[in-house]
T-cell receptor
Framework: GQSLEQPSEVTAVEGAIVQINCTYQTSGFYGLSWYQQHDGGAPTFLSYNALDGLEETGRFSSFLSRSDSYGYLLLQELQMKDSASYFCAVPKGAGTALIFGKGTTLSVSS | GAVVSQHPSRVICKSGTSVKIECRSLDFQATTMFWYRQFPKKSLMLMATSNEGSKATYEQGVEKDKFLINHASLTLSTLTVTSAHPEDSSFYIC????????????FGPGTRLTVT
C-alpha cells in the first residue's frame, strides 16, 4: 500500500519562504503531486513531479528525489492568502485515485 | 482548466434517510471518477472509484451497500448514502481526471452532509 508523511503544521510570516516535506512509501511509483485546500473548499492542484529534480511554477516549486522517497513543496514570497492546508499525494496506480498525506496546515501571519 | 461540479453543496438529513450527491464533469468526459471523504482538519480518504458503465471499486472498509455509487454517463457519478447515521456526517468530495494518462485531478467543491 501507500503511505505519506508530512508535518502537521507550519507557521511563517508574510514574505518568508517555507518548505513542506513529504516522505512516501509506495508499492509502485507514479509521481508525487501537491494540492492546496482552503477551509471548506476543494483541493486544487499545485504541482506534479514524476522525475527527480525541481519543478517551478511561479512562487511555488516542488522537488522530488525518488531514491530517497522524498519530496517537498517550496513556497516563496508568502502571502496571507497562502494560509491553507497542503497535501502531498501519490496515485494508487497509473491514472488512478490519489492517496493523500495527512496534510500540513500553513499559517501565514503579517 | 476542467471543471467538476457537485450538488448539493450542503445537505441536512434525518437519521435513517438516504441522501444522493451528484458529481458532474462540466467540460470533459470522465470514464472514471473518484469519491473521497474528509473529516474536519483531516486528510481526504479515498472511498471508491466510480467507473462509467460498470460497478464501482470500493476501498477496504467502505461499505458498498451503504455508499451506493452509480456512474451512468460519462459526465455524471452519484453517491447515495443510504440509511444515514450521524457518524456519516462528513465532507464528501468527488474528483475526475481528463484521461488515464493525466496526472492532474480536478475536484468538485464538495458536499457537506450533516445527519441529525
Amino acid at each position: 500500500g501507500q503511505s505519506l508523511e508530512q508535518p502537521s503544521e507550519v507557521t511563517a510570516v508574510e514574505g518568508a519562504i517555507v518548505q513542506i516535506n513529504c516522505t512516501y512509501q509506495t508499492s509502485g511509483f507514479y509521481g508525487l503531486s501537491w494540492y492546496q485546500q482552503h477551509d471548506g473548499g476543494a483541493p486544487t492542484f499545485l504541482s506534479y513531479n514524476a522525475l527527480d529534480g525541481l519543478e517551478e511554477t511561479g512562487r511555488f516549486s516542488s522537488f522530488l528525489s525518488r531514491s530517497d522517497s522524498y519530496g517537498y513543496l517550496l513556497l516563496q514570497e508568502l502571502q496571507m492568502k497562502d494560509s491553507a492546508s497542503y497535501f502531498c499525494a501519490v496515485p494508487k496506480g497509473a491514472g488512478t485515485a490519489l492517496i493523500f498525506g495527512k496534510g500540513t496546515t500553513l499559517s501565514v501571519s503579517s | 482548466g476542467a471543471v467538476v461540479s457537485q450538488h448539493p453543496s450542503r445537505v441536512i438529513c434525518k437519521s435513517g434517510t438516504s441522501v444522493k450527491i451528484e458529481c458532474r464533469s462540466l467540460d470533459f468526459q470522465a470514464t472514471t471518477m473518484f469519491w473521497y471523504r474528509q473529516f474536519p482538519k483531516k486528510s481526504l480518504m479515498l472511498m471508491a472509484t466510480s467507473n462509467e458503465g460498470s460497478k464501482a471499486t470500493y476501498e477496504q472498509g467502505v461499505e458498498k451497500d451503504k455508499f451506493l455509487i452509480n456512474h451512468a454517463s460519462l459526465t455524471l457519478s452519484t453517491l447515495t448514502v443510504t440509511s444515514a447515521h450521524p457518524e456519516d456526517s462528513s465532507f464528501y468530495i468527488c474528483s475526475a481526471s481528463t484521461g488515464t494518462d493525466s496526472y492532474e485531478q480536478y475536484f468538485g467543491p464538495g458536499t457537506r452532509l450533516t445527519v441529525t
